[in-house]
């Protein structure tokens, strides 16, 4: 099945211990992107990818890294957690261009305290 | 800088109802507009996708509609069920090296039985 898998799910943390939030697709995307969705104020994009080793930041890039080793591997990596990280984090793929929509993954919710 | 409204943001109907949520957009320069349901806490599912140069898409009970010149589409629902009880998000995908998705807020609807 055709699918972007994120894990964890669900994932509670303290202030300041690293956390890496894994994404992986299976259809081949050249591109990949993380989402954070919070009450009020949408989804906003942090970081997206357009191939392997080319990353570049979105809208809130601020506190997150991201690596794209392999093609279909996009982690999502907050090297110091703070309390306003605490979000739904969504990744989401697609092929670069053409007909094609984005797929996206089932979600992590986050909590930093 | 991309805008995109939804309004409502929340929508009751009764069972059985013919709906139209709306989805406007600031800057015509799109390379898609893509429909999303989400169910409370819960991933994106994608519904239906318009490329530039169509006018509409249709699948089951579910039509969109895109006009560019005017920054408009619309998803309409016919003979709407409980089961369509879900928050509907509209995004639109720029043109350029990040085809990132600018989202609307989202329309909560809600089908009374």
């Known amino acids: 099945e055709a699918q972007v898998t994120q894990n964890p799910r669900y994932l509670i943390t303290v202030t300041g211990k690293k956390l890496t939030v894994t994404c992986s697709q299976n259809?081949?995307?050249?591109?990949m992107s993380w989402y954070r969705q919070d009450p009020g104020l949408g989804l906003r994009q942090i970081y997206y990818?357009?191939?392997?080793?080319?990353?570049d930041k979105g809208d809130v890039p601020e506190g997150y890294k991201v690596s794209r080793k392999e093609k279909r591997n996009f982690p999502l990596i907050l090297e110091s957690p703070s309390p306003n990280q605490t979000s739904l984090y969504f990744c989401?793929?697609?092929?670069?261009?053409?007909?094609?929509?984005?797929?996206f993954g089932s979600g992590t919710r986050l909590t930093v305290v | 800088k991309q805008e995109v409204t939804q309004i409502p943001a929340a929508l009751s109907v009764p069972e059985g109802e013919n709906l139209v949520l709306n989805c406007s957009f600031t800057?015509?320069?799109?390379?898609?507009l893509q429909w999303f349901r989400q169910d409370p806490g819960k991933g994106l599912t994608s519904l239906l996708l318009?490329?530039?140069?169509?006018r509409e898409q249709t699948s089951g009970r579910l039509n969109a509609s895109l006009d560019k010149s005017s920054g408009r589409s619309t998803l309409y629902i016919a003979a709407s069920q409980p089961g369509d009880s879900a928050t509907y998000l509209c995004a639109v995908s720029e043109y350029g090296a990040n085809s990132k998705l600018t989202f609307g807020k989202g329309i909560t609807l809600s089908v009374r039985p």
């Open positions: 990818s357009m191939n392997v080793e080319v990353t």
């Open positions: 800057d015509s320069a799109i390379y898609n």
């Open positions: 259809m081949n995307h050249e591109y």
């Open positions: 989401a793929s697609s092929p670069v261009r053409g007909p094609y929509g984005y797929t």
């Open positions: 318009i490329q530039s140069s169509q």
